[in-house]
Nanobody
Framework: QVQLVESGGGLVQAGESLSVSCVAS????????MGWYRQAPGKLRELVAT???????NYANSVKGRFTISRDNAKNTVSLRMNSLKAEDTAVYYC????????????WGQGTQVTVSS
């Protein structure tokens, strides 16, 4: 079992920056991937960015060059720094964990709202 608790998010204007963070607890060991996904109203949940336990990163094309994902393995945290936000970035952002310790089953946080006004 893995528990994920997100923080951050909120309301910003287009062009501004915002960060969201996630703390993981529970069965966290071995090779794993942590990441952020988002879901806008009426749309499917989509990948934003992921980072492996060895710090390899992957980004959705829509956020490349604007968002940066990072992690602190000692603190079991993953963060997402979002710059130059656009109205289309508005969504609920979910933290995700999967890895050897969970037999690659996905675990999700409760989600945090990010709203960008234009």
């Amino acid at each position: 079992q893995v528990q994920l608790v997100e923080s951050g998010g909120g309301l910003v204007q287009a062009g501004e920056s915002l960060s969201v963070s996630c703390v993981a607890s529970g069965s966290i060991f071995g090779t794993n991937v942590m990441g952020w996904y988002r879901q806008a109203p009426g749309k499917l949940r989509e990948l934003v960015a992921t980072i492996t336990s060895s710090s390899s990163t992957n980004y959705a094309n829509s956020v490349k060059g604007r968002f940066t994902i990072s992690r602190d393995n000692a603190k079991n945290t993953v963060s997402l720094r979002m710059n130059s936000l656009k109205a289309e970035d508005t969504a609920v952002y979910y933290c995700n964990f999967r890895g050897v310790s969970t037999r690659w089953v996905d675990y999700w946080g409760q989600g945090t709202q990010v709203t960008v006004s234009s």
